[in-house]
């Protein structure tokens, strides 16, 4: 996944190749979703017509593109608790409450 620092790295590449401002906003809008949600804006785009949850980075392991996000659901009125937590590294979910975890970093 791209960092911070990448992401700076590439925008100064996009600028500084002769691109036009729209070609760079453009470039760097895709790098900034890509970075917050790791999706690209054609992810987004393919994920919103086909109401699927699309990413190239499901490709990485050799998963398919898009994910029916209703697949595997099941009977609704079988839902499992899960307990999720903020961390350093964004938000972590398990199915036991973390004794170790404060509550002020437990997520509703």
Request: net charge negative; aromatic share 6%.
């Amino acid at each position: 996944m791209f960092g911070k620092s990448m992401a700076g790295i590439a925008l100064s590449a996009l600028l500084l190749s002769g691109c036009t401002m729209t070609e760079a906003m453009l470039a760097s809008a895709s790098i900034a979703t890509f970075v917050q949600t790791d999706k690209t804006m054609t992810d987004h785009v393919v994920s919103y017509v086909s109401g699927e949850d699309c990413s190239i980075l499901h490709t990485q392991d050799g998963g398919e593109y898009c994910h029916d996000e209703n697949k595997g659901a099941g009977d609704a009125s079988v839902t499992q608790q899960t307990y999720c937590y903020r961390t350093l590294g964004g938000i972590d979910c398990y199915l036991q409450e973390d004794p170790k975890a404060s509550s002020s970093q437990m997520i509703n």
